[in-house]
C-alpha cells in the first residue's frame, strides 16, 4: 500500500522560510515522479512543483518560480520543497503526489497517490 505523509507546515509570517516533507512508502521511490500541488480555500488544486525520478528535471509554477525549490533524496524515499520570502497568497493545503512514470508532470493527471496534505498559513 502506498502512503505519502507530509510534514512540515505551519503559520509564518510574510517573508519567511518554510521546508515541507513528504516521506513515502509502498513503492519503489526512485522510479517515479513526485509533484507538490496546494488548495487554499474556494479554490481547484493547483501545481506548484514537480522533480522526475532521477532529479534531473524540475518544473515550477509561474506564481512559485525563483522563491520555491523542489529535491529529493531517493535514499530516504523523501520529497522536499523549501519554501522562501514566503507571501500571503501561499496559503494553503500542500499535497505531494506520487507520479504514474518517472517523467514529472504538471497535471493532477500524471500523479498517481497523494498525502493527506499540510496546512501552511502566512500571515500578512
Known amino acids: 500500500q502506498v502512503q505519502l505523509v507530509e510534514s512540515g507546515g505551519g503559520l509564518v509570517q510574510a517573508g519567511d522560510s518554510l521546508r515541507l516533507s513528504c516521506a513515502a512508502s509502498?513503492?519503489?521511490?526512485?522510479?517515479?515522479?513526485m509533484g507538490w500541488f496546494r488548495q487554499s480555500s474556494g479554490k481547484e488544486r493547483e501545481f506548484v512543483a514537480a522533480?522526475?525520478?532521477?532529479?534531473?528535471?524540475?518544473y515550477y509554477a509561474e506564481s512559485v518560480k525563483g522563491r520555491f525549490t523542489i529535491s529529493r533524496d531517493n535514499g530516504k524515499s523523501t520529497v522536499y520543497l523549501q519554501m522562501n520570502s514566503l507571501k500571503p497568497e501561499d496559503t494553503a493545503v500542500y499535497y505531494c503526489?506520487?507520479?504514474?512514470?518517472?517523467?514529472?508532470?504538471?497535471?493532477?493527471?500524471?500523479?498517481?497517490?497523494w498525502g493527506q496534505g499540510t496546512q501552511v498559513t502566512v500571515s500578512s
Open positions: 503526489a506520487t507520479g504514474r512514470t518517472g517523467v514529472a508532470g504538471t497535471v493532477m493527471g500524471a500523479y498517481a497517490y
Open positions: 509502498g513503492r519503489t521511490f526512485s522510479r517515479y515522479a
Open positions: 522533480v522526475d525520478w532521477s532529479a534531473s528535471f524540475t
